[in-house]
């Protein structure tokens, strides 16, 4: 086995050892697995090994991966999505996990129509309150998404967070569970995704209830 398949089949077993503990179904928790600056060559092993959702954080990078692995995957985009790039990220993506802006959510609306498409998106939430983290803030999450609902060619499918990086992952829970309480709130169409969770901390955030894990280092290892 490569080293990769390795360390995808130990992440997929935590994942497992997490749901049990958490009391859900190992299979209701996707695996998104993370491939910014991941080589098509890197990525063709997780492929290989039956991995169907990748997610990246650039716009670019991902339509030049597009072009050599096409839609045999789901395409999710968890980056920072500037408005410029509303056109070209409803061509490459699936699900784009980052809407953190009306500006955004009516532009992807919009070239979503223009090319008969429903783009399916969650809402990104600023759960770590840190300035320089993008997301909406908590408190206007759900009056935010009530907004959304007179977009076309959207759908809101749930919510994504991210922790702060702490010393301890178990310091991370009461992040996860305020993301957990929000998305709790939600109509029921909408409570489909609940993405939290990445290498350092996505056990905490399945025990939190996340059914969705955002993992690239503990797949592939350091990024350069
Ligand atoms: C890079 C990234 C991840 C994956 O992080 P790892 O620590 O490599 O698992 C998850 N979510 C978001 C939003 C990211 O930008």
Not at 117 to 138: A, Y
Request: proline share 2%; glycine share 6%; net charge negative.
């Amino acid at each position: 086995m490569s080293l990769i398949a390795d360390n995808l089949k130990n992440v997929q077993d935590k994942i497992s050892k997490s749901a049990q503990k958490a009391g859900v179904n190992a299979e209701e928790i996707e695996l998104v697995v993370v491939t910014k600056t991941r080589t098509i060559e890197e990525i063709d092993d997780v492929l290989d090994c039956g991995i169907n959702n990748i997610a990246e954080n650039y716009v670019q990078e991902a339509q030049s991966k597009f072009a050599e692995i096409g839609n045999i995957v789901k395409w999710h985009m968890i980056g920072h999505l500037q408005t410029n790039k509303a056109k070209q990220a409803v061509e490459v993506f699936d699900l784009v996990q980052s809407v953190d802006s009306f500006d955004l959510a009516q532009e992807l609306s919009k070239r979503a129509l223009a090319a008969g498409k429903t783009l399916d998106v969650l809402v990104e939430v600023n759960i770590s309150r840190e300035e320089q983290k993008f997301g909406v803030k908590p408190e206007e999450t759900l009056d935010f998404i009530e907004k959304l609902a007179d977009l076309e060619g959207i759908v809101v499918m749930g919510l994504m967070g991210m922790a702060p990086l702490l010393d301890n992952p178990e310091d991370t829970r009461p992040y996860f569970r305020e993301l957990r309480s929000l998305w709790e709130k939600l109509p029921e169409e909408q409570r489909v995704y609940l993405s939290m969770g990445m290498t350092c901390d996505f056990e905490q955030a399945i025990l939190e209830g996340s059914n969705m894990v955002r993992i690239g280092t503990a797949i592939f290892g350091q990024r350069k």
